[in-house]
């Protein structure tokens, strides 16, 4: 692929976009939708409520995951030929979870320059209210959906000294829940959905105290960001074990995980705690 200087060619703005309340993006944002050539946009409905709703006119190219490796080309050549594009996602910062490392990163091969637009991000602003440890914090997307997946890789963070972060959508909150009050037992959690919508919501407590309040509505609703505090923050738990145990298989945990769970949490093996509840 032929070199480029950035002065040889166009430019990508990558711009970060309201995540529910429409006047959370910044006036160079609302400028530059104006100025470019063309805006690459996951949905282009969503993206044009936005745009009707600030005056935006300019044209609106269907970029998504089904589409992004045919439409990345497309949208380089146009790029390489001196125009300028916007790339935005459904809602927040682009490539969070989202498409567009393809075109950013053959932008970037290609010496065309990359701009970006910072703004609304689901998982800082969950952050920053979230009351947890925010020095340092490992954002992992969303979660498997698979039990097995999701448990392993819950696992495999146990001992991370950061606050974790997860994305998870509504019709699997529970179980993610679940998987992680097996794991992480007693650790804070904050649970923030709908951030900056009308029904926007934070919960905090345990993994298990916060699913049994989701468990007990009607329906389970909006898109979901998951915090668990850091290993080190973790307070000690004092609480029998057998009543460690039963308030773990009251979530829905089945109580040889709650078991296996608990046994990890206190440094003991399963055999241990097995003696000890059958007594």
């Known amino acids: 692929m032929m070199m480029l200087r950035p002065t040889d060619a166009g430019c990508l703005y990558v711009v970060s976009t309201p995540i529910g309340n429409l006047e959370d993006i910044t006036y160079r944002a609302v400028r530059i939708l104006k100025e470019v050539d063309w805006i690459a946009c996951e949905d282009t409905r969503t993206t044009h409520r936005l745009l009707e709703h600030y005056g935006i006119r300019t044209r609106t190219i269907s970029y998504?995951?089904?589409n992004e490796t045919e439409r990345a080309e497309e949208l380089?050549?146009?790029?390489?030929?001196?125009?300028?594009?916007?790339?935005?996602?459904?809602?927040?910062?682009?490539?969070?979870?989202?498409?567009?490392?393809?075109?950013v990163h053959a932008a970037v091969g290609a010496g065309?320059?990359?701009?970006?637009?910072?703004?609304?991000?689901a998982l800082l602003a969950a952050l920053t209210v979230s009351g947890l440890p925010t020095d340092q914090f490992h954002f992992a997307g969303f979660l498997p959906a698979k039990q097995g997946q999701r448990r392993r890789l819950l696992e495999s963070l146990e001992e991370e000294p950061a606050t974790l972060i997860f994305y998870e959508t509504p019709h699997r909150i529970l179980e993610a829940l679940e998987d992680i009050a097996a794991v992480a037992g007693s650790r804070n959690i904050v649970v923030a959905r709908e951030l900056t919508k009308l029904h926007e919501e934070v919960l905090r407590g345990t993994a298990a105290e916060i699913r049994a309040t989701l468990a007990a509505r009607d329906s389970v609703k909006g898109e979901f960001v998951i915090l668990v505090g850091k290993a080190m923050e973790a307070?000690?738990?004092?609480?029998p074990i057998e009543e460690a145990i039963d308030l773990l298989v009251r979530t829905g945990v089945s109580r040889m995980d709650a078991m296996k769970a608990v046994a990890k949490r206190r440094g003991l093996s399963k055999r241990e705690v097995y003696k000890l509840v059958a007594r």
Request: proline residues 7%; negative net charge; glycine residues 10%.
């Open 64 to 66: 998504h995951e089904h």
């Open 76 to 103: 380089l050549a146009r790029l390489a030929s001196g125009e300028k594009g916007a790339l935005v996602s459904d809602a927040g910062t682009p490539l969070v979870s989202d498409p567009g490392y393809r075109l």
């Open 112 to 121: 065309i320059k990359v701009e970006a637009l910072p703004g609304a991000s």
């Open 235 to 239: 307070a000690a738990d004092d609480t």
